[in-house]
């Protein structure tokens, strides 16, 4: 999938992950997708609820030898 910008988060726990990506998103222009690399398991749920709470996208989320990727897309200005 195309990305504008990436983000590793790969060793970091709750929170800093999303507010990591918070941060990033805001410095994106929207419609922009942000990439993020991740290992903490709870991760999945917290990317889909900051998705849902914020507005922005979740396109897409997936696990690969416990590295989970995520893709998300800045909302509208």
Same mark, same amino acid.
């Given at each position: 999938?195309?990305?504008?910008?990436?983000?590793?988060?790969?060793?970091?726990?709750?929170?800093?992950?999303?507010?990591?990506?918070?941060?990033?998103?805001?410095?994106?222009?929207?419609?922009? +997708?942000?990439? +993020?690399?991740?290992?903490?398991?709870?991760? +999945?749920?917290?990317?889909?609820?900051?998705?849902?709470?914020?507005?922005?996208?979740?396109?897409?989320?997936?696990?690969?030898?416990? +590295?989970?990727?995520?893709?998300?897309?800045?909302?509208?200005?």
């Amino acid at each position: 999938m195309h990305f504008d910008r990436e983000l590793d988060v790969r060793g970091l726990n709750c929170p800093l992950p999303i507010l990591r990506t918070k941060k990033a998103l805001s410095e994106m222009a929207p419609g922009e +997708v942000l990439h +993020v690399l991740a290992t903490d398991p709870g991760s +999945v749920r917290d990317f889909e609820a900051f998705a849902r709470q914020t507005g922005n996208e979740l396109l897409s989320s997936a696990e690969t030898n416990r +590295v989970f990727e995520y893709f998300l897309k800045r909302r509208p200005a």
